[in-house]
């Protein structure tokens, strides 16, 4: 295609290459042998990479997820790490296949960005971690304090709206990559760090000493984070889409990693449709029928997926709050594989 | 062909072919119009597919965002802003903010530069010896690892607000940076503003009163006791007789942080070490290689006609030294500006932090936003660059070479 070579040409100047709009994803990924997937650039829990160099955390078993549905091999995974103010542009240039990067879904990113999500992974909510020595016990006792935050996050807008809606005055040093933030929330140059709770609970780790900071009970935003895909290609869209809806389908009709060979060998309609022996719902996506088997066996269910990266099983120990299943307390709702 | 129409001389036209096609002549001509034609069409190439391509994609394009609420704070602003003012006030916020860090930091990196390299040429060796450590030092780290290191050695120096350090009971330093009184207008402001011009006038008027007669007839005169009688002594009375000009509005601890005063934020002051500190050592070799290139027969000449050191240096060699310091110091003062777009990594809401940065990604529209930025970069490099130009050119006509 000239005209689009000739975009390219621009695109590399202005820092955004622009694709043909109706590129074939999923083509592009089985030819490639790899998905490439936009991460953080370090967030205990959603994604870090581990003393040997694996990406391990919540946000990168999604793409592994992703990987384990086209390849049948959770390794095929490039990891791009990627700082909050350069997400969208490494996904609307196709640098990136999926954004897995706690972002928060929200009208104008669904609308201006030419990009999708593809559901929510995780109902999380902005709060305010502060040392304890402060003796500060609620958000509005926070009149006049200097909060840091990290730039180019909805954050920093969530942050004006509370004080100003609460009438109180703050300050706000804005840093590019969350480590900054954290080292100069930690320095003492402000009283307050403020971003989602998940990453709160994670970025305390990181702290020399957890115990001396708590998180608010304030939740003052809505943050449904979820995986982003290229607006225009419908079937990687469905298929990123659904790869996130089968673990949830999984948890709830109780397939684990540990399971998942028996149950394959159920004979209830509903698994037998959800393991491809009846039907063909796998190839309808673009995979094979036993792609919610290799899901599962790569990466477990997502309650599995949770316990272990972020909730009981894991350093964090958040408790699954809102991202219970419906049936159990909380909203995480799949419709139904038929 | 009739007697009245004359054809341009053939010798202009000529002249013409050369200049525009060159030894090709007019073929040549040719072929450069060929290839301008070429370079605009692949610029309107580029454009509009570009935009064909972000509207199938259903990217928001265009400039209708400069108009949205921003939505989000800035915690330095020179101009009144809020977060419920535009995307275009945030770019002018953060455009002030570059441009005070540039224009402070070429004050100080030139003052620094200038002393470091008369320190690297003064005959006492351990002045030397500093400092040309200072500039090996300082110009073989990278700039954002300076940066860093400022902001975090200033920040790790200094106590929380509470435990402030209190000077005068009126200035406070702290981990929030370095809060002033700040000064409130009074009725006396007027009369005091009156006073200090009339005696900046009196003393220019003064001053070159004081040159004529001394390249006129000679007569050296003292001046300066004269000038500081003026310039402090007439607002001194005028504030007398009317009243203070302002009073100051003393900051107080309230709860995190300091209210009233005016606030020199940490981010500043790291940034503004780092970028001043760094170019000087740049600017050190570039003054110093400028004195050592005018000719040593100047300064012993300055020497035999009785003038000092100093006053040989000031007044003879370094306005020759200019003319060769010039050019690449414009360079350091373009390049100070442009690294001052490292801001971001300690949170300095910069041009590239609050409209590169936090706008492009509140509103996505990358393509407009980098644009932008780099046309603005682009417009105060060439502003800077003009300036210099300009005094260049000053001086080459006061020296006598036009």
Redesign the interface.
Known sequence: MK??S??L???FA???A?P??HAQTLKTVTDRGMVSCGVSQGLPGFSSPDDKGNWTGFDVDICRAVAAAIFNDPSKVKFVPLS??DR??AL?SGEIDVLSRNTTWTL??D????ANFTGVTYYDGQGFLVKKS?KVNSALE?????V?VQ???TT??N???YF?SNSMK???????SAD??V??YE???C?VFTSDVSQLYAERLKLANPADHAVLPEVISKEPLGPMV???DDQWFDLVKWVLFAMVDAEELGITQKNVDDMAKSDKPELKRVFGTDGNLGEQLGVTKDWVARIVKAVGNYGEAFDRNVGAGSKLGIARGLNQLWNKGGIQYAPPIR | MSTESRPPPPQFAAKLRRALGGRAGWGGFAFQLLFVAVLIWIGYEIVVNARANLQAQRITSGFGFLGNTAGFDVSQNLIPYSGSDTYTRVFFVGLLNTLLVAVIGIFFATAIGFIVALGRLSPNWLLARISGGYVELIRNLPLLFQILFWYLAVLAALPNPRQGIALFGSFFLSNRGLVIPRPVAEPGLEPFAIALLVAVVAALLLRSYARRQLFEHGRLMRIWPIVLGLLIGLPLVTSLVFGAPVMFEIPQLKGFNFAGGSRVIPEFVALLLALSLYTAAFIAEIVRAGIQSVHKGQMEAGASLGLSRGSTLRLIVVPQALRVILPPLTNQYLNLTKNSSLAVAIGYPDLVSVFAGTTLSQTGQAIEIIAITMGVYLLISLVTSAIMSFYGWRLGRSLGNT
């Not at chain 1, 609308?111 to 030419?114: D, M, Q, R, S």
């Open positions: 005209r689009a000739l975009v040409t621009v695109a202005a820092g955004l622009t043909a709009a909050a103010k969208f542009t609307q104008s990113r609308t201006t960005l030419g402060l926070l009149n006049s304090a200097s840091c730039t180019g996050t920093e807008q942050l004006a709206d100003k703050y300050e706000v040093i804005a840093f590019a900054e933030t080292k100069a320095s003492g140059r009283d290229r607006h225009g």
